[in-house]
T-cell receptor, first 114, second 112 residues
Framework: QQQVKQSPQSLIVQKGGISIINCAYE??????FPWYQQFPGKGPALLIA?????SEKKEGRFTISFNKSAKQFSLHIMDSQPGDSATYSC?????????????FGTGTRLTIIP | ETGVTQTPRHLVMGMTNKKSLKCEQH?????MYWYKQSAKKPLELMFV???????ENNSVPSRFSPECPNSSHLFLHLHTLQPEDSALYLC???????????FGQGTRLTVV
C-alpha cells in the first residue's frame, strides 16, 4: 500500500512558468513533509519541508502548500528555470521517528523548456 | 558535493557474481543508510546503521548484506542477484537519525 501518492509522473513547463507537483497521503499521523530535488547523476537533496502547523512555506521561488483536511501538499516552483529540471520527490514521516520512517512518493521528472 | 562518496558509480554484474558497493563519509555523522531507487517506484530504505550498529532492516533479501566496519564506511555486499535488483543504490548519512540525511551520487547497478 502506497502511503504517499505523487503526481504527475512527468511534467514539462516553459521557462518562466509555474511548476506544480502534488502529493496526497493517507496516514493522519504524518507531521513532517519534505521535498527532495534530484539532478541526473546525483543523489536526492532536501529542498524544503513543512510541518502541518502552517499552511504554506516559501523559500525563494519554491513554495509548499499544505492542506491538512484534504491530506494533500504540493510544491510550487515560480518563474521556473532550465536549471530547475530535475526529479522531485515528496515524502512524509512522523515527527522525530527518524529518517528511516520517511515514506517517499514515486517522484516527478520536471523538464523546463526555453 | 555532499561529502558522501560512493564507489563504483556504475557496476554490471552477472547473477553468479559477488561484488561490493562502498560508501564513505568524513562528515562525522553517526547514522548511515542504504536506499534502493528503481524507476517509477518510491525510494526504498534498505538498511540503517547508527553508531555502527544496524538498527533497521526492511525485509531485504539475504542476497544483500550490509557491513559497517566504522562510523565512516558502509558497504553493501551483493551475491547471486536477480535482474530485478538492477537499480540505483544510494548511500546517505546524517548527524543523527532524526536530522537531515545527505545522499551520495549512487551506484547504478545492472544485473545481467
Amino acid at each position: 500500500q502506497q502511503q504517499v501518492k505523487q503526481s504527475p509522473q512527468s511534467l514539462i513547463v516553459q521557462k518562466g512558468g509555474i511548476s506544480i507537483i502534488n502529493c496526497a497521503y493517507e496516514n493522519t499521523a504524518f507531521d513532517y513533509f519534505p521535498w527532495y530535488q534530484q539532478f541526473p547523476g546525483k543523489g536526492p537533496a532536501l529542498l524544503i519541508a513543512i510541518r502541518p502547523d502552517v499552511s504554506e512555506k516559501k523559500e525563494g521561488r519554491f513554495t509548499i502548500s499544505f492542506n491538512k483536511s484534504a491530506k494533500q501538499f504540493s510544491l510550487h516552483i515560480m518563474d521556473s528555470q532550465p536549471g530547475d529540471s530535475a526529479t522531485y520527490s515528496c515524502a512524509a514521516s512522523i515527527g522525530n521517528f527518524g529518517n528511516e520512517k520517511l515514506t517517499f512518493g514515486t517522484g516527478t521528472r520536471l523538464t523546463i523548456i526555453p | 558535493e555532499t561529502g558522501v562518496t560512493q564507489t563504483p558509480r556504475h557496476l554490471v554484474m552477472g547473477m553468479t557474481n559477488k561484488k561490493s558497493l562502498k560508501c564513505e563519509q568524513h562528515l562525522g555523522h553517526n547514522a548511515m543508510y542504504w536506499y534502493k531507487q528503481s524507476a517509477k517506484k518510491p525510494l526504498e530504505l534498505m538498511f540503517v546503521y547508527s553508531l555502527e550498529e544496524r538498527v533497521e532492516n526492511n525485509s531485504v533479501p539475504s542476497r544483500f548484506s550490509p557491513e559497517c566496519p566504522n562510523s565512516s564506511h558502509l558497504f553493501l555486499h551483493l551475491h547471486t542477484l536477480q535482474p530485478e535488483d538492477s537499480a540505483l543504490y544510494l548511500c546517505a548519512s546524517s548527524p543523527t537519525r532524526n536530522t537531515e540525511a545527505f545522499f551520495g551520487q549512487g551506484t547504478r547497478l545492472t544485473v545481467v
